[in-house]
């Protein structure tokens, strides 16, 4: 069984001035949210008045109708689930039928809209809940005010997708890529790109990075966007900057590291915002190429590691995390570390204000 080292990323940290001009847009928009509300409801007060006494010989004027709460149910089909079962979210909403609902999922940052929907003519809605995102979450289905009904919000519903093994170790197993107290992530609610350059890379090499985009979107909740390809040959200062991250095989990397992966990230607003990433790995190197859960060391599992350490993880410390710093028969499949790291860096975290990243 042979062992292959990995190197831990690289770590850089560039202060990125862009976040002070965010900052700015913010402070923009704080300042004219709220009277600028106050002032539209005068303005339409003071409208109506000065047109009734012209138009009351005209029309007849509607009485003033009371605002309507709504109410809102909802029901999970199963609370705990499976990855990939379909599960639904269902239940109506009081008022006007056909009207517009949103199922939402709690984040750091408040709750953010998963899907949208509209309800039926008797008022009843059906939507499938999020369960390709392993994890505990709490959902919510909010109806926009719709003519006199006010906005209704369900109670939150606790959710848990779970993997289809069981996650290793334990779960405070887990470091951050960086060692000097940052906490670097990208951005969770924008989706991230990524190129990859085809060059000294096996044949289904482009399906295999898929696959590790598509695993790490399981366990992160964030989305992935395959942006084509790259001549850019990626190293730890070198990537595609027309894109987050940047994926390609380099001639050799020294000893038996069979892959490099890190990032960049940009300090701003209190936040470590990582901004661009790249995957180097070994053409040089004789592997199995997919996935498996068993037997020696794939190119499926160093690609996931390795971007692993793209999205901000460091090494784990346990042979039996994918993100420990070797690669064996032993840590094919996320670990209860990997999968608390990954929610660390993934969409539960919140959006990070001002974010500066823009591919
Ligand atoms: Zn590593």
Redesign the pocket.
């Known amino acids: 069984m042979p062992d292959r080292l ?4 690289i770590r850089r940290t560039n202060f990125c001035p862009i976040g002070g001009q965010s900052h700015v847009r913010t402070a923009d928009a704080v300042m004219t949210v709220g009277p600028v509300r106050s002032l539209s409801m005068k303005r339409s007060t003071l409208a109506v008045a000065a047109c009734l006494p012209l138009l009351s010989g005209l029309i007849l004027q509607a009485p003033a109708q009371a605002a309507t709460s709504t109410t809102v149910s909802a029901t999970l089909s199963s609370s705990t689930v499976k990855i990939g079962s379909t599960t639904t979210v269902s239940g109506t909403v009081s008022g006007p039928s056909d009207r517009d609902v949103r199922l939402e999922v709690r984040l750091a940052s408040g709750w953010r809209m998963l899907k949208a929907s509209t309800t039926t003519s008797t008022g009843s809605y059906s939507m499938t809940a999020p369960s390709q995102w392993i994890g505990g979450h709490d959902l919510r289905v909010v109806a926009p005010a719709a003519g006199t009904a006010t906005t209704g919000s369900s109670t939150a519903r606790a959710f848990t997708v779970k993997p289809s093994w069981t996650p290793a170790g334990s779960s405070s197993d887990w470091r951050w890529l960086a060692t000097d107290g940052d906490h670097p992530r990208y951005n969770p609610c924008r989706a991230i790109s990524w190129k990859f350059n085809r060059n000294g890379g096996y044949a289904a090499s482009l399906d295999d990075v898929k696959g590790a985009f598509h695993r790490l979107a399981q366990a992160t909740g964030l989305t992935f966007t395959y942006a084509g390809t790259t001549s850019v040959v990626p190293s730890s200062d070198r990537y595609d900057r027309s894109t987050a991250i940047t994926v390609g095989f380099v001639s050799s990397l020294s000893g038996n590291i069979a892959g490099r ?1 890190g990032g960049t990230w940009s300090v701003h607003d209190g936040y470590e915002e990582m901004v661009h990433g790249s995957l180097a790995l070994d053409r040089s190197e004789h592997l199995r190429t997919g996935f498996t859960s068993s037997g020696d060391a794939t190119w499926g599992q160093i690609m996931e ?2 971007l ?2 793209v999205l901000g993880l460091g ?1 784990a410390a346990g042979s039996n995390q994918l ?1 420990n ?1 070797t690669a064996s028969s032993r840590n094919h499949l996320m670990g209860a570390g990997d999968l608390s790291g990954f929610r660390a860096v993934g969409l539960h975290a919140g959006c990070i204000p001002n974010a500066v990243r823009t591919v």
């Open positions: 990995r190197h831990e990323g992966g590691h390795e692993g350490h090494h993100m710093g």
